[in-house]
């Protein structure tokens, strides 16, 4: 018997009803991939990773339930594909499910994708950190998935067997390897546009070094100019030197001492600008 819902209470009232003592209300609000095979059922929980609820499911030998709400129908399969074998209508169930989740995630592969492409031409290090979280998020589950299907291919879960649908089986998980290592590549990406955030600000500090190099310099131009003349004019505000040289005389050398500064500090500038 298979069953879906769409309403997780009634979901929940079914699951009670067959006296699995398992908290059901604990699975919805996971962020991992969890399967656990008791005596006679499988759990599995699968993240709806923020755009639909988690789906859960509760697999056996008598009954089958699932809880889909807030996505596309699951993936139907022909009852004409189905090979008479143990544990059919729990295989047929997780299939549908777990192939309809991964077609979703793989909408969610494409926006970061597009997201990705557009951090190539207008790089954010900001926007870079969130996409990359979200990378990591969907790859993680993604690699779960993919173990489980392996583990599932091997015939380690007693309500799981790919011998009811092999072909539909091999499919899934070359669809779900292939994910996964596309989620790798985009990895791989948001790292090179780190990478290049890293440089872009690296180039921005470098010129606002720069620019403070100038002030600085320009600054000490001006110092040096006011301050050579203002020292010589000191020296002449002192009565004795005041009295033994004439008025000419200082003029002179305030004007001389005045070009120098200005001399000294235009090669400075020039070759600091």
């Known amino acids: ?45 699968i993240p709806g990773l923020g755009v639909m609820p988690n789906q859960i499911l509760v697999l056996s030998s008598k009954f089958n339930y699932a809880y889909c709400e807030g996505r596309k129908a699951p ?13 059919t209508e729990s295989t047929l169930l997780a ?27 207008y790089p954010d290090i ?16 993604v690699e779960d998935i993919l173990q489980l299907l392996i583990e599932g291919e091997d015939k380690e879960f007693k309500y799981l067997n790919p011998d009811v649908l092999p072909y539909e089986f091999d499919i899934l998980i070359a669809r779900t390897r292939n994910m996964a290592d596309r989620l790798r590549n985009l990895k791989r990406e948001t790292n ?22 100038k ?16 020292t010589v004019a000191t020296i002449f505000g002192i009565p004795t030197v ?10 002179w050398l305030i004007v001389v001492s005045s070009i ?10 020039r070759g600091v600008i």
Do not use: W
């Open 95 to 121: 299939y549908e499910v777990l192939a309809g989740v991964i077609s979703v995630y793989h909408e969610q592969y494409r926006e970061i994708a597009t997201d990705i492409e557009q951090l190539h031409d």
């Open 242 to 251: 005041a009295e033994t040289i004439n008025i000419p005389t200082m003029m």
């Open 260 to 269: 120098i500064a200005i001399a000294v500090s235009y090669l400075y500038v």
């Open 126 to 141: 900001d926007e870079v950190e969130t996409v990359s979280k979200r990378v990591r998020i969907v790859s993680d589950v």
């Open 192 to 213: 090179i546009i780190r990478s290049k955030c890293d440089i872009i600000e690296t180039r921005k500090l470098n010129k606002r070094i720069e620019l403070l190099t």
């Open 1 to 45: 018997m298979i069953q879906k819902f769409q309403d997780f209470e009634k979901f929940e009232e079914a699951v009670r009803a067959k006296n699995i003592p398992s908290d059901i209300e604990k699975l919805r609000g996971l962020d991992i991939l969890f399967y656990e095979t008791y005596d006679d059922y499988m759990i599995l929980s």
């Open 75 to 87: 993936t139907r399969v022909k009852i004409s594909k189905l090979k008479k074998s143990k544990y």
């Open 215 to 230: 002030i600085m310099a320009i600054l000490t131009v001006i110092s040096l100019v006011i301050s050579i003349p203002n």
